[in-house]
Every structure is written in structure tokens, then in C-alpha cells.
């Protein structure tokens, strides 16, 4: 543990339940709240979108894409409401609306894969020749920022606040070092906590925002460890590590009845688990278009939401592909932070899976098979590879703080843009923002 310059009476480690915080604190009510940011659209701002492709929509074509969950939307307090982004998920996930959009606008393609053009066949060149499969290594530097917006929190109250900060236990990861941080005071998580993080505190003022930053470098890898050319031993089941990730874990890695039978039929016959994890990630890849999500926190189970609803943000298909994978018999666990491609930086999450043998392999789900791939190890790069530009913050998912937050986070799955709260409450995404810039 890092403890720069706070005494330990301030960084109280004792666990305190959201219940006991407050006797007015309810769940419901926060749920309800979390719901209302997400679903804030009416009909006429998404027809306002859909125009711009569709000009002639009719009622009937918009009642359809509601039923089939196209259009996204809830009845909330007795009024229709759309999900924030659901007009634009509608050309990603309706295949006529997807069509209709190409047509109009053109295929690009993305920012992550015109780096990744370059970046992907030089780590699949270089990466065997290294004992720890890594190459092409980037040094990126950071300037990270949360603004709470001003009087969120009443004048003189104390703001709690924790900011991603790169993992130091990761191969891909090195010379990771804290340049500075806006506040002298300053608590690091310990290298085996799951969630990596620097934890500072300030005092609100009347009329001000509240602002928390800070700066780090570190060298980023790329890997590949080419699984489909190795034969792998078969796994020690009585081992601690098989026993742990291949078992249930919380609410969203769970083998409901519908997973389980979706596992068996996409792995019958096959013993091999690399044959078994390629037909997995071959399926959810041809299956679920990738939208934009709402918060992970307002659903129950998030791989069985990715079959209902026939799409999925990168950690939704992430955490379908490592449930299908547990229930295989295929250790797996959830990794996320930052991909940082140039001028292409954004939330992300990806997975690892482990092989006798071989050991922990990167899985990016989301990134699945490239549309430029040129050859057979282009194609399932990101099924035990990952590219040079990512930033690993955190090694599971909904475990706990460093210190331990007291109220419900905000992202209760995962970390990436922070967390903040006082003793009156958590402080949730509309009270405050973040700003991640790559310094160049």
C-alpha cells in the first residue's frame, strides 16, 4: 500500500453498509434516479434522428422496433422514455436501419482499427521471438480529471474521490510511475486490489466545482500468444486457480439454465478448449452488433441482457464470452480500463482465459474478428492477443475499494471514470464529469 502524507484515522478501511449510512437511504429510489439519466429521450427527439435516414418512418415501422428491443425505451412513472443513445443503436442493431445508414453515410473504418492495421501484424511478427509474447511497446503519459459540478456537495462537506490509475502487476504494463496529483495527499491501492486506483480527498466550496487530477506514464505491450497453433495439456481440476474462474461469480457471471444449454450446444463434441473458446468467440462475434449501454448498474444480469436484446457494448459481449467460457470448464476473468489508440481513446473492456501450458491470454471480445484481417492469424488475433494500446485498471469486477467506499458506487461492475461521494451520499454521473487526455 502507497500512504503519501494522510494519517490512517482519515483512510478508515471499516466497511460501512449503504443502510447503515443513512435510514433514508433506498436502493429502489437510487435505481429509480440512475434509470431516469439513462432513459431521458421522447419520441420526438428520437424521430428527429431517425429522420435524418428515414424520413417517411411510419408508426407501425417504430411499434416494431420497440417489440424487438431495437428501440430501446421503458415506461418509467407512467411515461414512455427512450434510452439516451437509442435512436443511433437502432442503425447499429436493426439490420435494414444498418443498411439504410451505409448507404447514406459510407463505411469508415474506426479510429482503434487504423491503428490497429499497423500495430496488430508487427506484434504477430515480433511477439514470438520474446519469452513473454510482448511487443511493440508505446510509452503513454496521461493527464486524468473529475470535476464535480459545483454545490453538488454543501460548502465545507468533505468529496471522496477515486481515479483509475494503471495496474503494476500486469506483464503488458511496465514502468508505471505517478508524475503528480492535485491534491498533496494521496492514497494508492495496494498492487492486489481489483479495482487500481489513486484516492484523495478535498472540500467542496460554495459556487466552485470540485476537481481532482492526475498525471502518470507508463509503457504499454502488445501480446499474442498464437493459441491456435498449440496443443494445450488438459486442466488440473483440482487446482485453486481452475476451481475459482470456473465457477459463478455475483450476478453476472451466473450459469442460468439458458446459458448452460447455449454452452453445450457451441461446444458439443469438442474437448479441445482452444477449439471451444474460438466457437464461442466466433458466435457472440456474428451475433451481437456492438451499441452503446446503459448503465451496467441498472441491469440484473448482464450476459443474459445481451440475448435478449441481440447486441452489446464491450463489456456486456465480454462478460457473455467469459460466462460461456467458465461454464465450459474454461478459466476466464474480466479486465478492463482504457484502449488509448491516437485520437481514439474511450472507456473499454476486454477478458483473459487461461490454458495449461500457456498460461493467461488476452481476449478481446469486442474487438473480435477484424474486418481488415489478412490471413488466419489476423483473424483471431484478439483471441489470445491484444493490441499495444491499452491501459489494464482493473482485474475483476464489483469487488472492493482501496479505501472502501461507503456508499453504492456509481458503476457498481466497473472502473473506469472514477468514483465520488460524501457523507451525505455516492455522487452519481450527473454531478460531476471526466476528462482523460493522452498528452502528446
Known sequence: MYLVGLTIGLLSNAPVSAQNCSKGYSWEADLHHRLLVDFCKDEKSVLDYIHRYIPNVTETQMRTWEKSGALELRVIDGEKRYFYNAAPNLFRIDKTCRAIKLKKDGEALEGTEKADMENVPKIISNAPS???????????????????????????????????????????????KLLSTSESQYQRSPVDCAHSSVYMEKKAEAGKPTVFSEEFEYVSYGSWFNILSKSVKPYDTSSALYKKFTSERDRHIVFTPRLRQLADSLTQGVTNPVIKAQRIFKWINDNFPWASAREYSTIENIPEYVLENHHGDCGQVTLLFLTLCRISGIPAHFESGFMLHPNAENLHDWGEIYFEGIGWVPVDMSFGIPTYAKNENEKWFFLGGIDSWRMVVNSDFGESFSPVKKWPRSETVDFQRGEVEWQGGNLYFDKWSWDLEVIK
Open 130 to 176: 520474446n519469452q513473454k509474447r510482448l511487443a511493440e511497446p508505446k510509452k503513454i503519459k496521461v493527464k486524468y480529471t473529475l470535476t464535480v459540478k459545483a454545490d453538488a456537495v454543501p460548502d465545507g462537506e468533505t468529496i471522496r474521490c477515486w481515479l483509475p490509475f494503471p495496474r503494476t502487476d500486469v506483464a503488458r504494463q511496465q514502468n508505471v
